[in-house]
Nanobody, 126 residues
Framework: QVQLVESGGGLVQAGGSLRLSCTASGRTFSDYTMGWFRQAPGKERQFVAAIKWSGGTRYADSVKGRFTISRDNTKNTVYLQMNSLKPDDTALYYC????????????????????WGQGTQVTVSS
């Protein structure tokens, strides 16, 4: 069983920054793409960013140039650095693990990820 634990959320003013962390249990962290998703009240869960087992990254258009995803396989941790935050970024942020190891293509659909953290709230005030 894999457990994902997120941290780093909080309340920040527009234009500010936050760094989210997600630490995973298990010994095969480095074989999996890890993703960040977010869900605002009344809206569907949406893809934010992902980093492949090989290090390649992919971002949603809405966060390109502002967010950076990275990973430290020695710590089983994936990070999301969020800069120039906007009120529209307000949501519950989740990290998730791809359901398939060493997948060659980055998936953005939540259904392609099988383990999820409990979420960390990010609130951006205007």
């Amino acid at each position: 069983q894999v457990q994902l634990v997120e941290s780093g959320g909080g309340l920040v003013q527009a234009g500010g920054s936050l760094r989210l962390s997600c630490t995973a249990s298990g010994r095969t962290f480095s074989d999996y793409t890890m993703g960040w998703f977010r869900q605002a009240p009344g809206k569907e869960r949406q893809f934010v960013a992902a980093i492949k087992w090989s290090g390649g990254t992919r971002y949603a258009d809405s966060v390109k140039g502002r967010f950076t995803i990275s990973r430290d396989n020695t710590k089983n941790t994936v990070y999301l650095q969020m800069n120039s935050l906007k009120p529209d970024d307000t949501a519950l942020y989740y990290c998730a693990r791809d359901s398939k190891s060493l997948r060659p293509v980055t998936r953005t659909a939540p259904s392609e990820y099988d383990y999820w953290g409990q979420g960390t709230q990010v609130t951006v005030s205007s």
